[in-house]
């Protein structure tokens, strides 16, 4: 069979390959725990419910225009006012089927074959493979200093006459890490001198634990006309617990929306307008949820921070925000593709490699399910590894007994 070339170059989702593994195992009662996954296990707010029953009811569920229903707009300006203190015209919003989508429709519009698209690794599994799809080339930058936290110099080392846009996801996915408002204010400034876009995946915007606020890139945009190459996208799946509703945004100067409307168009029209009225109903409606979400969160990441930290050779940086940690377990096993499998043969525990994250050695582990499943994954976890752990393990009604290592 001969294949294109974006066929043959780009590859699946590790992250959706877990969740399809996931469900495959539970299907046949094998008794796994998923420590990888990237979905809140909080209901939809009931606004949302409500909302979407109403215009079922109606019988009227219709086409929407290709760049979202006119309330569904007014809903993402309401937004953008009460998080960001800044008010958007509805041309300057596109919404798309999820915040992914929002995203790979603006590297469409913005990118030709060649061009160079910047983003600090750690780095969300898609975007890499995003930016192939535009025949551009990515290019990860790792921070000298160890951390998860780029610096400007790390940034401007790699910047070439072909980079035509840096992404910043800030909280970040996979490391938690919440990027400083000066490092924020520092990029926000040089890509807008320098002419160079910058997309702001703010989707975990919300969700940040012990104080830490995300900084506003908003606050720190000199030129609001339609020279400006900033773009925001944003969502309801991670806030708002709404990811199978496949709603999210992107803010922009009117030129470049207008070029991913056109895009979006052509390949799926507008989203839904049975989930755009779930979206409304999510925003619009209280907002308690999201802080109920928040705060449960914040104690499950306690959970998982004190197992991880039990851990002899493990290295931690505590994420601030997001849901997920990235431990370095290179202290036990270099190759966290192999740890990875191990974990999930032996142990029936589901992560996911850092390798598919731009950084070999370590693991993403999700503290977005319950504490049980936390505890006890973490407790096979180190068990699995850990010379010191008792030599017998029970899964259920099943006896492990050591037999590697």
């Not at 009662?29 to 079922?56: F, M, N, R, W």
């Not at 590297?107 to 192939?132: G, N, R, T």
């Not at 720190?220 to 709404?242: E, P, Q, R, T, W």
């Not at 895009?263 to 799926?268: F, S, V």
């Amino acid at each position: 069979m001969s294949l294109g070339l974006i066929g043959r170059n780009v590859g699946e989702s590790v992250t959706l390959k877990m969740n399809e593994t996931f469900a495959i195992l539970k299907a046949k009662g094998e008794p796994v725990i998923h420590l990888g996954g990237g979905e809140p296990k909080s209901k939809a707010p009931i606004d949302a419910i409500t909302a979407v029953a109403s215009q079922l009811n109606t019988g009227e569920v219709r086409y929407a225009p290709a760049d979202g229903s006119v309330d569904m707009k007014k809903a993402v300006i309401r937004y953008t006012q009460d998080n960001y203190g800044r008010k958007v015209s509805p041309k300057n919003i596109i919404v798309s089927s999820g915040a992914k989508q929002a995203l790979m429709v603006a590297l469409q519009a913005i990118l030709d074959p060649q061009d160079e698209v910047l983003f600090p690794a750690p780095y969300w599994v898609s975007y890499p493979d995003m930016v192939k799809l535009c025949g551009a080339i990515p290019v990860p930058v790792v921070p000298e200093d160890g951390t998860f936290t780029p610096t400007m110099e790390d940034i401007t080392q790699n910047v070439s006459s072909y980079t035509k846009a840096i992404i910043i996801n800030s909280p970040n996915n996979p490391s938690g890490a919440v990027y400083p408002a000066e490092f924020i204010k520092e990029i926000v400034e040089y890509t807008e001198k320098k002419g160079i876009y910058l997309i702001m995946d703010d989707i975990y915007q919300k969700l940040v634990y012990n104080g830490v606020k995300a900084a506003n890139p908003y606050d720190y945009v000199k030129d609001f006309s339609d020279n400006s190459k900033l773009i925001v996208i944003n969502g309801v799946s991670k806030a708002y617990a709404m990811t199978g509703f496949r709603i999210g945004w992107a803010i922009g100067n009117t030129k470049v929306i207008k070029a991913m409307a056109n895009i979006q168009g052509h390949q799926t029209s507008g989203p839904s307008i049975l989930l755009q009225k779930a979206a409304i109903g999510a925003i619009n409606g209280v907002q308690s949820s999201v802080e109920s979400l928040r705060v449960t969160l914040e104690n499950n990441r306690r959970v998982l921070v004190n197992h991880l930290k039990a851990f002899d050779g493990v290295h931690l940086i505590e994420p601030q925000g997001t849901f997920y940690s990235f431990a370095d377990f290179s202290a036990f096993e270099k190759d966290s593709t192999k740890l990875s499998k191990l974990l999930l043969d032996k142990v029936r525990v589901l992560t996911v490699p850092g390798v598919e994250f731009g950084m070999e050695g370590h693991l993403r582990i999700s503290f977005c399910g319950s504490i049980k499943d936390i505890t006890e994954g973490m407790e096979r976890i180190k068990w699995a590894i850990d010379p010191n752990s008792p030599n017998e393990l029970y899964i259920g009604d099943r006896k492990l007994i050591r037999d590697w290592k």
